[in-house]
């Protein structure tokens, strides 16, 4: 796609998170647009940020590796990167160089892992935790589904919460879910309140601030920003259709 192409997908995208924010009295400045660049070639990437993409979003690190420094070098203004997939324990030494934030930290020994490398590199990384509040048994994460009502849930959450805030090295920035995939996508919307209900109470409870929600993507993204998402990480929408 050309710059002008992409620069229109963005005003697109732009305005309709304006209009959600716009229902709830939000203030748009509030949402971060992370432009999801996932198979997309430097080109497109570069015509992206031309266009006035800030934030990128990669989910496999071996795909990352070889684009990110390329993009840097070549970008008027350096992006800030987002890494949003799975991430594996023999791979996290790749991650800490690339990425700015990472959204996926799905299990403890992940962030064990990340929180070590930061503390050779001397750095704090900005982290999300991401949890399963659907319960949908395809999605990553912390498991959250029924944790009002099911106390085991809420035990086991809350003690692995509490591993998280410890770790010396990691800056627990909020939560990140992803929610299934409904055709319409008001269905999507008990899922992102849910993960905005059960950040509101981790904040309460260990007097915390936690305020980023991490939620919502091309199909979806209106509801999220309407239920509370501070980052919205938009691909198709953006770059349009993947190969």
């Known amino acids: 796609m050309t710059v002008v192409d992409i620069a229109a997908n963005l005003e697109q995208v732009q305005e309709t998170i304006a209009a959600a924010c716009a229902r709830v009295k939000r203030d748009p400045d509030e949402i971060t647009l992370v432009a999801v660049s996932k198979t997309k070639p430097v080109e497109a990437i570069l015509a992206a940020l031309a266009a006035g993409v800030r934030h990128l979003g990669e989910n496999r690190v071996e795909e990352a590796e070889p684009k990110i420094p390329v993009v840097n070098e070549q970008a ?31 299990r403890l020994k992940i962030a064990r892992k990340l929180s070590e490398l930061m503390a050779e590199e001397k750095r704090i990384l900005p982290v999300l935790i991401e949890v399963n509040i659907s319960g949908e048994e395809a999605k990553s ?56 209900e059960l950040r509101d109470t981790l904040q309460q409870e260990f007097a915390v601030a936690l305020p980023e929600l991490s939620m919502g993507m091309t199909n979806d993204y209106a509801v999220a920003v309407e239920e509370g998402a501070t980052i919205v990480r938009v691909g198709r929408a953006v770059f349009g259709e993947r190969p």
């Open 76 to 106: 008027a203004i350096k992006p800030v990167w987002h890494m949003i997939g799975y991430i594996q324990s023999r791979k996290a030494k790749l991650v800490t160089p690339l990425f700015d934030m990472v959204h996926s930290i799905d």
């Open 141 to 196: 994460g912390f498991e959250a589904v029924n944790w009002k009502s099911d106390k085991s849930v809420k035990v086991a959450l809350w003690r692995d919460m509490e591993t998280l805030l410890n770790l010396p090295h990691l800056e627990i920035r909020g939560l990140m879910t992803m929610a299934p995939y409904y055709a319409a996508p008001e269905d999507t919307r008990p899922v992102f309140a849910g993960l905005a």
